[in-house]
């Protein structure tokens, strides 16, 4: 046996851009290079070296192929469930089912399935998955990446993007997508003139896109106080946490916002919808409605009062905390480990007998 144990990832999601799917795949992989170079030798995509685990982060054919392999043990990520396709592409029926039949495919072949927020672990247990072999381990995002700026660079930041100074500014962030609420943001704005709203995303799947013309007609027919500002790259997406002052995500359904780690490393407060699916993993430290009248008033409150906002920059600041790299750091390594003597216990069975 090798020093170390080979983890080959798999995945196309930095392909296309302003997805969360691609921003958990790169920390994800930065995360396990960095932290467990002693235990681990990482490689992307590599299709000649023997792999000891294979994990995949997204459901190409190909990859569904090399998924059987009998003696690597197969890790799967999963960033959606078939349901959460519904509001964010737009796919002919009878194509969907295909789709959505293959993405529980995909799963069910899977030595071990990684799902980034608990609650999800009862519905995959619906589709006919086994329950043991489910795990979840939650995103991260790296504080070196995401970080608070001085109020200078805060004040410049917003110039560049035709803000003033002393703006309130809410940021929404992601796909321009039904599912994230886009229509919600714009209505919201329109009660709060007094507030300026900025989305940072675009249509990553193009005229596809859920609700593709609707919210292409918003876009170019907005209120004054709404800021299209498309897709910004990674990288970039720093400043434009940094020139807000809440983050405000009115999805209809989400697993793990990649958005929401990173904008509570700069202690932003969020508002965000009542979802179940929040309660598990952001432990009620953050402000939520289920209207757009009652977002406004989060907001107007927020604005208004600086001690409820301080309240909840501090609540942020606790997330960002719990998030800790030590922390998911260590979920990996122990579930990798775990995963790699399993598959050995079991060839060693199959061989024996």
Known sequence: MREKIRIIMYSSADK???????????????????????????????WIKTPDIQHFHTLDPFYFLKMQDPKAA??????????????????????????????????????????VNPIFIDELVQYGIEREKIY??????????????????????????GLKEDDFVVLGAGQVQTRKGVLDFVDVAKKSPDVQFVWAGGFSFGRITDGYEELKKIQENH????????????????????????????????????????????HIPLVLRDLDLYKNILFDHYMKDISNDGFAQCIKTLKEDSSVYETYAKESEKISEFYSKENVLSMWIDFYLDAYKEKQDKLLKKKSK
């Open 16 to 46: 296309i851009d302003g997805q969360g799917v691609g921003s958990a795949y790169l920390e994800q992989v930065n995360l396990i290079k960095e932290g467990a170079s002693d235990l681990f030798d990482v490689e992307i995509n590599d």
């Open 74 to 115: 197969c890790i799967v990520y999963c960033h959606f469930l078939p349901d959460t396709l519904d509001g964010s592409i737009n796919i002919p029926a009878p194509f969907m089912k295909t789709f959505q039949s293959y993405v529980i495919s995909f799963y069910k072949a899977a030595d071990r399935l990684v799902v």
């Open 136 to 161: 979840y381990i939650p995103n991260y995002v790296s504080k070196d990446k995401f970080y608070k700026k001085s109020n200078e660079e805060r004040v410049a930041i917003r110039a560049k993007y």
């Open 223 to 266: 209120p004054d106080n709404v800021h299209f500002i498309g897709i910004i790259p990674r990288e970039e997406m720093i400043d434009i946490y940094n020139m807000s002052d809440v983050l405000f995500m009115p999805s209809y359904n989400e697993l793990f916002p990649m958005t929401i780690l990173e904008a509570v490393n700069i």
